[in-house]
């Protein structure tokens, strides 16, 4: 059953319809939301905030485009006003969390991927918001050029040169950073 079909169930009272939708989103849209909250317990809580939104807004939901980005405007939108609710650092959790490294991962090895993803993700938030949406759609949701201009309202275009210069802005942030660093470790740094 497509998504279409499975939103006009859900019109007509169906709740095992909107299980089956939820089950089949639930972890793009957490991936999404954890992306805004950088915490896992921020973005469970971002992820129900989203769909249950989405319930509620179900009925404007009129099939000229997919529903997925019908969902990811809305995810996007909700992640965007999480974030000026919450406007502070995220908060990052323990190494635990790094469940995704091998357990033949030294812990220098998983220091350095904590430090690097630390780095990515502070320079992440200080990009400008209108480059820091579309990296996050292509980079982590691997939407293409159309897809995130469907959600976002935007020219291909315009998706195109905002993904070009958030991720100029970002080599340029985090090659700052490792200069800073260099100078710090070298024996003659400042």
């Known amino acids: 059953m497509n998504d279409s079909e499975l939103v006009l169930k859900i019109l007509n009272g169906d709740q095992e319809s909107y299980a089956l939708l939820v089950d089949k989103y639930k972890n793009a849209i957490f991936k ?8 896992y317990p921020r973005a469970q809580d971002l992820s129900q905030e989203i769909f249950i939104h989405c ?3 179900l009925e404007n ?3 000229r485009s997919k529903f997925s980005t019908w969902l990811y405007r809305l995810a ?5 006003d999480w974030q000026r609710k919450n406007k502070r650092e995220p908060q990052f959790t323990e190494l635990d969390e790094l469940q995704n490294v091998g357990r033949e991962s030294s812990p220098e090895e998983i ?3 904590k430090e690097k993803t630390l780095w990515l993700q502070n320079a ?3 990009l400008p918001e209108k480059y820091r949406k579309v990296l996050l759609l292509y980079h982590n949701q691997g939407l293409s050029y159309s897809e995130i201009g ?5 020219p291909v275009k315009t998706v195109e040169t905002r ?8 080599r340029e942030q985090l090659t700052t950073k490792q200069e800073v660093v260099q100078n710090e470790l070298s024996p003659n740094g400042a």
Request: aromatic share 18%; hydrophobic share 35%.
């Open 61 to 63: 939901f009129d099939n």
């Open 111 to 113: 220091y350095l991927k």
């Open 32 to 39: 999404l939301a954890y992306k805004f909250t950088y915490d």
């Open 55 to 57: 319930y509620l807004q």
């Open 163 to 170: 993904i070009y210069r958030g991720k100029k802005c970002l």
């Open 150 to 154: 469907d959600i976002l309202k935007l």
């Open 76 to 80: 996007v939108h909700k992640g965007i």
């Open 124 to 126: 992440l938030n200080h």
